[in-house]
């Protein structure tokens, strides 16, 4: 079997956006030859990799496992060529996705080093960047940091991100300002195809049990425009954004801050003791002039997070 570069290109960018007109742009192609590319994979590979449905575009299981194996393909590929070609390659960025705080973290370290190539790749999060971060096929990963360590992987806090709740315009949170940890209770919590054991879950687990509301992990996950919709005609139902989260604009939905305490999601910056990229100091100084430490008196951070050490790193961090 022989694989096309092109198509596991095409393939991973559609794996990106989760959208063929989108991955179509980002290529520089027409929707119909990215069409033919995935086509041409799947046959080589006598299976399915990606599922077209009115709701948008899924992986398979299939995709979803072939997923980090063509990401090395390629970055294999690509330091092959680079490494005749001579020069600076792009910073190879790991996030779990392009709506989140970490990507705008990039975006504002781009615009302040806009000499910097950067490639902004998307997986599963911490246990798929740890493994890419000692491959070396991606330089820095964004992700909250949980268990154990690679020794070599070196990481510092990046941003504490303060949580607000989306709801409809019906729902009993509607009309307040400011919503505290203690009025969820009871409250349901829509997560649809969240990750058992990923990260994110085990903090949105560690919230529930705090504050005692409900996680509903239930039902496919069509992305994030048909959540606000199912949630704008809901008065029970509410979902947790990130400050940073870029959420689209909704006529029926309200955003909410959290307040007595402010829930804060930790994002951590990982990347390889070893790593000989240029631009990643840069990085790691702009990341830490950014970071604002935690503030015990205003936020809250799971007791696992300060157990294991964070806490101190959090305030320790910034001078």
Same mark, same amino acid.
């Given at each position: 079997?022989e ?9 991973i960018?559609v ?7 989108e ?6 192609l027409t929707q119909?030859?990215v069409?033919?590319?995935i ?13 077209r449905?009115?709701g ?6 299939e ?8 990401r090395a ?5 690509? =330091? ?12 190879r ?22 000499g910097?190539?950067?490639?902004v790749?998307?997986s599963s ?5 740890r493994a ?22 070196e ?7 303060p949580?607000y709740?989306?709801?409809?315009r ?17 409250a ?9 054991g ?27 425009d ?9 008065? =029970? ?10 959420v689209?604009?909704h ?19 990982l990347?390889?003791?070893r ?14 002039k950014?970071f604002r ?5 205003r ?9 294991a ?11």
């Open positions: 079997m694989l096309d570069l092109g198509a596991i290109r095409a393939f960018t794996a990106d956006h989760l959208h063929f007109g991955a179509a742009d980002s290529l520089g119909q030859a069409s033919k590319r086509a041409k994979l799947e046959e080589s590979l006598d299976t399915r990799l990606l599922s449905t009115r948008g575009t899924r992986l398979t299981d995709g979803s496992a072939f997923l980090p194996h063509a393909l390629i970055a294999l590929a690509d =330091q092959a060529v680079e490494s005749l070609c001579g020069g600076v390659r792009p910073l960025v790991d996030v779990l996705g392009t709506r989140l705080a970490a990507t705008d973290l990039i975006r504002t370290f781009h615009e302040t080093y806009d910097v190539e950067i490639d790749v998307t999060g911490l246990r798929s960047g890419a971060l000692t491959e070396g096929t991606i330089d820095v990963a964004f992700a909250r940091v949980i268990g154990a360590l690679d020794a070599a992987i990481h510092i806090p990046a941003y504490l991100e949580l709740v989306l709801v409809g019906n729902h009993r949170f509607a009309h307040q300002r400011t919503v505290r940890p203690t009025d969820l209770a009871g349901i919590a829509r997560m649809p195809g969240n990750e058992p990923s990260e994110w879950a085990q903090f949105y687990d560690d919230l529930a049990a705090e504050f005692g509301l409900t996680i509903d992990t239930s039902g496919p996950d069509f992305g994030l048909h959540l606000l919709d199912e949630i704008a005609h809901s008065e =029970q139902s509410f979902v947790f954004s990130g400050e940073r989260l870029r689209p604009w006529r029926d939905i309200v955003q909410i801050p959290i307040v007595d305490p402010t829930p804060t999601y930790p994002h951590s910056m990347w390889h003791r790593n000989p990229h240029p631009a990643l100091p840069e990085l790691i100084n702009h990341v830490t950014a430490p935690f503030d015990p008196d936020h809250w951070l799971p007791a696992s997070d300060i157990e050490g964070l806490f101190e790193a959090f305030r320790g961090s910034v001078g």
